[in-house]
């Protein structure tokens, strides 16, 4: 099973910017974030594949931008115009077949436990 391990959180005001990593211990085609918060109890934020195909919560899009290194098996998820209500535990989550349209479907109805792997998690915090 790939084990994934989450960096980059940090405390910052709103309308800073913070960029989270995840490393894999191997490659997934498909990997992703998703957080968990006082505002979203479980909210999918957003996946990518092998493919190019990325896929966004509407509530981070436009300000957020997933991006993967595959020859370190890399994953970011750059955040910017930070609000209050992102504030969250940041997850990655891996998965080997699902296409990053589907893998937010699956995550935001059926959680990480439809997923392959879920690293431990990096908090964020905003302040107002």
């Known amino acids: 099973q790939v084990k994934l391990v989450e960096s980059g959180g940090g405390s910052v005001e709103a309308g800073g910017s913070l960029k989270l990593s995840c490393a894999a211990s191997a490659e997934s085609f498909c990997m992703g974030w998703f957080r968990r918060g006082p505002v979203h109890q479980r909210e999918a934020v957003a996946f990518i594949d092998d493919n190019g195909n990325t896929a966004y919560a509407r509530s981070v899009k436009g300000r957020f931008t997933i991006s993967k290194d595959n020859t370190k098996n890399i994953l970011y998820l750059q955040m910017n115009n930070l609000k209050p209500e992102d504030a969250a535990m940041y997850y990655c989550?891996?998965?080997?077949?699902?296409?990053?349209?589907?893998?937010?479907?699956?995550?935001?109805?059926?959680?990480?436990?439809?997923?392959?792997?879920w690293g431990q998690g990096t908090l964020v915090i905003v302040s107002s």
């Open positions: 989550a891996a998965d080997r077949q699902r296409t990053a349209l589907q893998a937010l479907d699956v995550m935001t109805s059926l959680g990480p436990t439809a997923m392959d792997a």
